[in-house]
């Protein structure tokens, strides 16, 4: 049947059931509010969520839905919540842990996929992310290809899955890879349990060029889609680095320190002293309601426009670097101007922090600037009978550091000309609910500052009130900061003099 390409959106989605997996995710609650609240006369949303403890998975998402991202819905659509059918189940087994019957179930009722779920950590053993990541997205468009009246099925991948490649861009299309993902997932099932070991010892070897175990297994998925499209409407969409929200349901709403978020906190904290990057590369970013949006818009336009081309498969790399692009130098240059606006009550100490490219360099200076005065803080802890910290997060630090050099190091360019076209296919009532184009007047700056108040308020929960002592308390810490490089320049200065005196006296 031939879908209207003018429908507008909440339409399209009306009575319709939609699976998501990675729901209880950063963008996964975000993806489900928007839905419910946007398109209020969805059908059901089924959710694949893991029990957790003593937490059956209904219990798990009920906790979650407790949180203030959704309390808009809950004052708009007090209801719409009914709408979320949990079902057990596990993303990286076979079948994605699902039951037969709920099996049965998915491949009666739904018509769009979203596939989310995914392991973003960059440290993963290979199996994992190769279960998750790569087995995981397998597992679904197999699932996928059983529906009766499948209409889109969508994968959220990532803009960096292929930063490793040497090339101008990154443009809206597969590239191929090192590996068949068949081969690779029978390796793993076949070894993961029985020689863990062995598996860890080909990992580097195995990934290669690639900076990490997350992008090569996601490249590794891309793979799996291109199979799988000729049999299903497949349509990828890879986000840059995903930050807090702009505008929606919860102006900055974040959920975690991934990515710059973690920079911007370490140095607004006291705590990032060194960091390994070109303070001239962009980092491409952006917001996780645009990123949303920009699925849902996907996911329509692929069923609603894409008639002779479903069986093809469509790309958008969801960046905004050409848009509005931010340096890693005005991110770590902005920490000390929004802490002095809006700095947090526990600020170890007055922010600064140096950069550079030389890894030897960075080494040395970090042992100078975060080591050995991590070193004293814990010492004094330990006095006091407290626990130790201070180490610990040096250490994350420094591993973390590795782990971006990559991407903070290196200029790593997108085209995203498909996804601008996109933008167009809006109308002009639906743009206005699913954005994806920034405002002009929106700069790099305005972000960062966004980001901040809303790790102050949201992950850090700090209160509003707490502003004017916790400015006070910062501007101590800026002359007990300007004290302390007064006396170490005069302690050098006196040392260097009284050698000077003593070679040529």
Known sequence: MKIDPTIPIPEFFKGKNVLITGASGFMGKILVEKLLRCCPEIGKIYIILRGRGDKSPKERWDEMTKLPVFDRLKTEYPNN???????????????????IHHQIILEEDVSIIFHSAASVRFDDPLSKAIFLNTRGALESVKLAERMRNLECYLYVSTAYSNSHLDIAEIEEKIY????????????????ADAEPALIEILAKKIINNHPNTYTFSKALAEQVMVDYSTKIPVV?????????????????????LNGPMGII???????????????????????????????????????VAEQREKKQLTIYNCVYGNVK???????????????????????????????????????????????????????????????????????????????????????IKFSNRCY????????????KIFYMDPPEHISAADIILTCHLGMRKFYFHESESNIPQARAKFNRLYWADRALRVFVIGIFTWFSSKYVMNRFS
Not at 83 to 92: A, F, N, Y
Not at 178 to 190: A, G, N, S, T
Not at 290 to 297: G, P, R
């Open 81 to 99: 919540l009914d709408k979320i059918v949990v079902l057990e189940g596990d993303v990286s087994e076979k079948n994605l842990g699902l039951a």
């Open 176 to 191: 191929p890879t090192e590996y068949d993902y068949k081969m690779l997932i029978e390796l793993i099932e076949r070894y």
């Open 236 to 256: 990828i969409v890879r986000p840059s680095v995903v930050i807090n929200s702009m505008h929606e349901p919860l102006v900055g709403w974040l959920e975690n």
């Open 265 to 303: 906190a370490g140095v607004t904290k006291g705590i990032l002293r060194v960091f390994l990057a070109n303070e001239d590369c962009s980092l491409d970013y952006v917001a996780v309601d645009y990123a949303i949006n920009s699925l849902i818009v996907s996911a329509w336009h692929k069923a």
């Open 325 to 411: 692009s931010a340096t890693f130098g005005d991110i770590i240059n902005a920490g000390p101007s929004v802490s002095n606006a809006y700095p947090y009550t526990d600020v170890l100490w007055y922010p600064s922090i140096i950069t550079t490219t030389n890894t030897k360099l960075f080494t040395f200076l970090f042992y100078i600037l975060q080591i050995i005065p991590s070193l004293l803080l814990d010492a004094v802890l330990w006095l006091f009978s407290y626990d130790t910290m201070f180490l610990k997060i040096s250490r994350k630090i420094y591993i973390v550091s590795f782990a971006l050099q990559v991407f903070s190091t290196k200029i």
């Open 420 to 431: 601008q076209s996109l933008w167009k296919t809006v109308s002009e009532s639906d743009s």
